[in-house]
């Protein structure tokens, strides 16, 4: 493990590709990391030591956990895996038409949801044996491809191409509660819903990011937003205080792009992709590499509000 001070601790062995995503898992320092060179591999971000790895037949796109040594993987080869790192062991769960882009596994709800560019997104029954016609629950039709997708409780927010966003109940999956068009110009990058289940943000690929609620009333919009981190493609995470619009702190340029982040379970640790993303095209680049750094309370508390003395 490289230390490197003000941009954290890198790992050993990254992926020989873009990394597409990386998660801390709920319950421990592991680290799932998914890649274009087709792998997702399983890091204990304390130890620097990778513990595990599977190769797809194509690019893997996302990867989430489900326990704190398995897992689903998204792949180009429009497959959905569950793999079980300690056994070493994968299964099909199922197929998309097209790619599939992303993957999200729900607690509450004991399923693993799947967006495509095929334009659908598909629920599956993990515990079901193999096989599609088994495992599937769903498929619902999207507007366009679906570019991301984020879960909090029993709420599915889906991030389409054309700016379009569903917000679903995942108890009821017939039609999407409520249907958006993105606030922001550009297409949608990323979707993440607040862990306090009120709402999302929502990211565009010119760098902006939207916060939204849920509940549409002039109440709800008046609530705060928090703290969140985002990272681009100049090299830069910036951590902000939603509330006041306002940014806390700016972390030393990474070599590369940021394609993804992620924040450990109590909120310590803060894993970096330091990854190409191919925006001013094939060109050299950086190595692809992982950074995880601790995260310290004067970086992500927002500053109290000075208000001006009243007038004598």
Not at 77 to 90: L, P, S, W
Not at 287 to 296: L, S
Request: charged share 25%; hydrophobic share 30%.
């Amino acid at each position: 493990m490289t230390l490197v001070p003000s941009i954290g601790r890198e790992l050993s062995n990254p992926p020989s590709d873009g990394i597409s995503n990386l998660r801390f898992s709920n319950s421990s320092d592991h680290l799932v990391v998914s890649s274009w060179d087709k792998s997702v591999r399983l890091y204990d971000a304390n130890a620097d030591s990778m513990r595990g790895e599977f190769k797809h037949g194509g690019a893997v796109l996302d990867c989430c956990f489900h326990d704190d040594s398995s897992g689903f993987s998204a792949s180009a080869d429009h497959k959905v895996r569950r793999i079980d790192f300690n056994a070493g062991k994968e299964d099909i769960l199922g197929m998309h038409d097209e790619p599939v882009r992303c993957v999200e596994y729900s607690y509450a709800a004991g399923q693993v949801i799947t967006g495509s560019w095929d334009r659908t997104i598909k629920c599956w029954d993990p515990r079901a044996a193999s096989g599609p016609e088994r495992s599937q629950i769903g498929t619902y039709k999207q507007p366009e491809r679906v570019n991301s997708l984020s879960l909090v409780g029993n709420h599915l927010v889906v991030a389409t191409a054309g700016r379009h966003v569903n917000i679903y109940d995942l108890r009821n999956m017939s039609q999407p509660e409520q249907r958006r068009e993105s606030s922001l110009k550009y297409q949608t990058r990323c979707v993440r819903c607040y862990p306090n289940g009120t709402g999302y943000a929502l990211s565009s690929v010119e760098g902006r990011v939207s916060m939204e609620f849920f509940d549409l009333s002039e109440a709800a919009q008046a609530k705060n937003y928090g703290t969140f981190a985002t990272g681009g493609c100049d090299g830069f995470v910036n951590v902000w205080d939603g509330n006041n619009k306002k940014r806390l702190y700016q972390y030393s340029k990474y070599p590369t792009s940021i394609a993804a982040l992620s924040f450990s379970r109590d909120g310590g640790l803060l894993a970096i992709a330091s990854s190409y993303t191919f925006e001013e095209g094939d060109k050299p680049h950086e190595p692809d590499a992982i950074f995880v750094r601790n995260v310290n309370e004067i970086e992500v508390k927002p500053k109290p509000k000075v208000y001006p003395n009243p007038p004598a």
